[in-house]
């Protein structure tokens, strides 16, 4: 199985990059599929599958390219918490709040769980209902990482959703805060799996979106984290004049809406965001891993194509086990068969714009 890439050249624009490209492939082997999940999961049951996603997240895009960071975390932290189940798109019930409602995901975009819920009408509507939510997640995280300038890549697909969601403990506990150092995130993924090289390939995400200064305030306050670049300080108190301002500012300052290697750049010049960014060059076991991806974007995007399939196999169901929701934000009713088009008007309001 090949992966495609993009050409560095070939950034300037978002959708420049899609229609005047020359592009050229580089060949890498993919990492193998889960058991019970498939490149060719949905070739004969809904082919049409990933070109309704694409186009779709294109109009999406051409709006607001700043969706694709959403979209991308929103991947991350279902990922990270008890697998890629869908349990991050789950509103809170009876039993307890959701993981929306944790503190590392009360900063995730609203409109990104609104264009999940919106991708799943539109395939229900061409498919039926046999495409997951977490499916349909994990192929909006890859297309937004493509149709914002990164590499084309194919994922494995035939997750099923689940039927919980995990306590804010446990979210907590499984989504290491941007305060973290290199040690507590290694540790952290380390029992997933993943290796240095993994997570500081994934870190990359960081090259598209926002943040909050209560993210980093840390750093600016009571004084300048030595680690931060003196220019790069000044302009972020313009930005964050107080340790409780709400107001937001690029992750990579060089190319923010392009992903690229850019952010890795940033951190060899100080001028990471968070600390967990920065300290990943400021620390001897990735400050060569940070070095290698600024030099070679290359190597960059075939790490973080690895290093992504290998998150969005995490925990996965697949077979019998858990559901496909009609409802991504909602687990079906054991009484209730809902047929497609059938939803309510709650749905309706929730998946317009």
């Known amino acids: 199985m090949a992966m495609t890439f993009l050409r560095a050249s070939c950034l300037p624009t978002l959708f420049l990059i899609l229609l005047s490209c020359n592009l050229r492939a580089s060949e890498a082997q993919t990492p193998a599929p889960a058991p019970g999940l498939s490149y060719t ?3 004969t049951t809904c082919p049409q599958l990933e070109s309704i996603v694409r186009t779709q ?3 999406v895009f051409n709006s607001d390219i700043g969706q694709a960071a959403g979209l991308l975390r929103l991947h991350f ?11 991050v798109l789950l509103d809170g019930s009876a039993s307890g709040p ?4 944790a503190p590392p995901n009360l900063s995730l ?4 769980f609104v264009i999940i819920e919106n991708l799943r009408r539109l395939v229900n509507n061409a498919c039926n209902n046999i495409v997951s939510c977490s499916d349909l997640t994990a192929l909006a995280a890859r297309d937004a990482v493509f149709l914002s300038g990164g590499p084309n890549y194919n994922i494995p697909l035939g997750r099923r959703d689940g039927t919980t969601f995990a306590t804010r403990n446990v979210t907590l506990a499984n989504l290491p805060p941007p305060t973290a150092n290199t040690t507590t995130i290694l540790n952290s993924l380390s029992t997933k799996g993943f290796t240095p090289t993994d997570v500081v390939a994934l870190s990359g995400g960081h090259t598209i979106g926002i943040a909050h200064c209560t993210s980093f305030t840390p750093r600016l306050f009571p004084t300048r984290d030595p680690t931060m670049d003196q220019t790069f300080f000044n302009n972020l108190r313009l930005t964050c004049p107080t340790n409780v301002t709400d107001n937001t500012t690029f992750m990579d300052i060089r190319s923010p809406n392009v992903f690229d290697n850019r952010y890795y750049v940033d951190l060899m010049n100080r001028q990471g965001l968070f600390t967990s960014d920065q300290d990943l060059y400021t620390d ?3 400050r060569g891993i940070v070095t290698n991806y600024a030099i070679n974007q290359t190597l960059f995007f075939r790490d973080f194509v690895n290093a992504m399939i290998k998150m969005g196999q995490l925990s996965v169901l697949t077979g019998t086990q858990g559901q496909i929701r009609t409802n991504c934000s909602r687990i079906n ?7 497609p088009g059938m939803e309510t008007n709650e749905d309706e309001k929730l998946a317009s714009y």
């Open 41 to 43: 999961f949905y070739r």
């Open 57 to 59: 997240l294109q109009t």
């Open 109 to 112: 975009r609203a409109q990104a």
């Open 333 to 339: 009713s054991n009484n209730l068969f809902i047929l």
């Open 77 to 87: 932290h279902d990922c990270f918490v008890q697998g890629c189940d869908g349990s």
């Open 284 to 286: 001897s076991r990735t």
């Open 98 to 101: 959701s993981e929306k409602d």
